[in-house]
């Protein structure tokens, strides 16, 4: 659906954010993008809805480049950044006029979502906290129905019945017709909500696999007091948790953060342990 | 989705501007319509008449700057770095969202200020002659004064669009500075083609510099002139603007 290829990016006078990027995203899954404050998620995401251009290599979405940013092409896709302002208007109004350029949305959806989060058509934007205000844009870029949604930290500023609210919202959207991107530092809050899992790190793609693909080839758990050989990555706090090789193990769920930790301290090891296991 | 250009999105982005402006534009026409009133009855007092060409003398007094400033209200969403996401990433095309921009600063503004200020300035010719007992004169949109100002703005207009979509901040500012600057450099260049074209015929021998010019001149290059500038400040800046629109990043 989405494709990127050997893209490189950096803003003027600053060291490259993204440096040969290669990925694919597909319609029917959610992907985390995951990295550390400043690895270029954002400039991703933004390069991918056209709102940035590379500089060098591509980013086609249906084979064409989303930097010529063509009507048949935007129309398929929705961006719900990070930091943002939204207009002065009653939510309703807000809408009324951005709505119909989306042939796919869904009103019902839309004020379905809204009631699900609380909010009214007739509140002014204006006077909602940060928090609200991304709700309604969450709402508007879930019922836009575009097939590649991208959202940008979606979770910041929520609250925390808000984060469970938004993985509810966020289950009940996904359909195979759609591809969601979700970008986040906060590993945490995307916990059984993707199904596939890409990290950014020094500017480049340091992991990019379905969360089929690591809970088939490694083991969380305890870091076990014997066979230390078999530990890829462990962690010393909160009574010391592992990544292992998952061998002969049971499957066990994916801690994402310490997937994260992992892959950004030993990263190399771990590829190599879920490529033997996928050779063996 | 239509994949050429397609004017029902023209007309949704139109609508989509008018609504975000709306509270700006109600109280900026609300206080040009006080005000035209205001000058108008004064106008009247003195002479106790409003002609055609002193109504849209007052008329021109509102209707180009804020025209300006309505262009730039514009691309206020377009240049700000915490809303334009939203805008950018509509499926509209470059030249439509352009089109939709230049139409509602143009046709669409001049139109409806028009109709109001007649509206204003016929009413203020009411209470003048029910108060000073003023001549009535009609005011006609079909009057050359009105016309000119029109020309104008529409020359004016793409300048100002250029400087909208170029500067971030104080963008007002930058581009009558910039404005300034374009005048200045054209003066001299228009000195230094005079005295090009003219030295050989004398005329910096003589006290009256343009009068002998004009009376020596061969050729006349005026309407030559004319066009270029009329080129320069109309299609050229929307075709500048069209670029600055396509390369705009967020």
């Given at each position: 659906?989405?494709?990127?290829?050997?893209?490189?990016?950096?803003?003027?006078?600053?060291?490259?954010?993204?440096?040969?990027?290669?990925?694919?995203?597909?319609?029917?899954?959610?992907?985390?993008?995951?990295?550390?404050?400043?690895?270029?998620?954002?400039?991703?995401?933004?390069?991918?809805?056209?709102?940035?251009?590379?500089?060098?290599?591509?980013?086609?979405?249906?084979?064409?480049?989303?930097?010529?940013?063509?009507p048949h092409i935007l129309k398929d896709v929705f961006l719900v950044p990070e930091d943002f302002e939204l207009?002065?208007?009653?939510?309703?109004?807000?809408?009324?006029?951005?709505?119909?350029?989306?042939?796919?949305?869904?009103?019902?959806?839309?004020?379905?979502?809204?009631?699900?989060?609380?909010?009214?058509?007739?509140?002014?934007?204006?006077?909602?906290?940060?928090?609200?205000?991304?709700?309604?844009?969450?709402?508007?870029?879930?019922?836009?129905?575009?097939?590649?949604?991208?959202?940008?930290?979606?979770?910041?500023?929520?609250?925390?019945?808000?984060?469970?609210?938004?993985?509810?919202?966020?289950?009940?959207?996904?359909?195979?017709?759609?591809?969601?991107?979700?970008?986040?530092?906060?590993?945490?809050?995307?916990?059984?909500?993707?199904?596939?899992?890409?990290?950014?790190?020094?500017?480049?793609?340091?992991?990019?696999?379905?969360?089929?693909?690591?809970?088939?080839?490694?083991?969380?758990?305890?870091?076990?007091?014997?066979?230390?050989?078999?530990?890829?990555?462990t962690e010393s706090t909160l009574g010391g948790r592992a990544i292992l090789a998952r061998g002969e193990r049971d499957e066990t769920e994916i801690d994402l953060e310490l997937l994260f930790n992992g892959v950004i301290e030993a990263g190399v090891k771990i590829t190599e342990s879920i490529n033997s296991e996928t050779h063996a | 989705m239509h994949k050429g250009f397609s004017?029902?999105?023209?007309?949704?982005?139109?609508?989509r501007d008018l609504v975000l402006l709306r509270g700006a534009l109600t109280t900026s026409v609300l206080v040009a319509v006080v005000l035209l009133f205001l000058f108008s009855?004064?106008?009247?007092?003195?002479?106790?008449?409003?002609?055609?060409?002193?109504?849209?003398?007052?008329?021109?007094i509102f209707y180009i700057p804020l025209g300006l400033l309505f262009t730039f209200a514009l691309f206020r969403e377009f240049?700000?770095?915490?809303?334009?996401?939203m805008y950018l990433i509509l499926p509209v095309s470059i030249p439509e969202r352009l089109f939709a921009k230049w139409l509602t600063s143009t046709l669409i503004y001049t139109f409806v200020f028009s109709v109001i200020a007649v509206l204003v300035g016929m009413f203020a010719m009411i209470v003048g002659i029910i108060v000073f007992g003023a001549d009535f004169t009609p005011i006609s949109l079909v009057?050359?004064?009105?016309?000119?100002?029109?020309?104008?703005?529409?020359?004016?207009?793409?300048?100002?669009?250029?400087?909208?979509?170029?500067?971030?901040r104080n963008r007002v500012g930058k581009t009558i500075l910039s404005l300034g600057v374009l005048v200045l450099c054209f003066a001299l260049l228009h000195f230094i083609l005079y005295a090009l074209f003219n030295y050989s015929l004398g005329v910096f021998e003589t006290d009256g510099l343009g009068s002998v010019a004009f009376d020596k001149a061969g050729s006349d290059f005026s309407s030559l002139g004319k066009w270029f500038y009329v080129i320069l400040l109309g299609p050229v800046m929307?075709?500048?603007?069209?670029?600055?629109?396509?390369?705009?990043?967020?």
């Open positions: 659906m989405l494709s990127i290829k050997k893209l490189h990016f950096a803003y003027s006078n600053s060291p490259a954010v993204l440096s040969n990027i290669n990925l694919n995203f597909s319609t029917g899954n959610i992907y985390g993008l995951f990295g550390k404050n400043g690895e270029g998620k954002s400039t991703l995401l933004k390069l991918m809805a056209g709102l940035l251009f590379p500089m060098t290599g591509s980013c086609n979405l249906h084979g064409e480049p989303t930097k010529k940013r063509q207009p002065s208007l009653r939510i309703g109004q807000f809408e009324k006029i951005n709505s119909s350029f989306y042939p796919s949305f869904s009103k019902t959806q839309f004020y379905d979502l809204l009631e699900e989060f609380g909010l009214s058509p007739s509140n002014t934007i204006s006077k909602l906290s940060f928090g609200q205000k991304k709700k309604v844009l969450i709402a508007f870029g879930i019922a836009t129905n575009t097939p590649l949604l991208l959202m940008d930290e979606p979770t910041n500023g929520l609250d925390i019945p808000s984060k469970s609210q938004f993985r509810k919202v966020m289950a009940s959207a996904v359909d195979q017709g759609k591809c969601i991107v979700i970008s986040t530092h906060q590993v945490r809050d995307l916990h059984s909500l993707i199904n596939h899992v890409v990290i950014l790190d020094d500017s480049k793609v340091c992991m990019d696999l379905p969360l089929e693909t690591i809970s088939e080839n490694l083991w969380f758990g305890m870091t076990p007091k014997k066979n230390l050989e078999d530990v890829i990555y | 004017f029902n999105r023209v007309y949704k982005l139109i609508k009855i004064f106008n009247m007092i003195w002479d106790q008449q409003l002609s055609t060409s002193e109504f849209f003398g007052i008329f021109g240049n700000d770095s915490k809303k334009n996401h009057s050359v004064s009105y016309w000119d100002l029109l020309k104008t703005y529409f020359l004016v207009q793409p300048v100002f669009l250029v400087g909208a979509i170029t500067f971030k929307l075709a500048v603007a069209y670029f600055k629109m396509t390369e705009k990043e967020v």
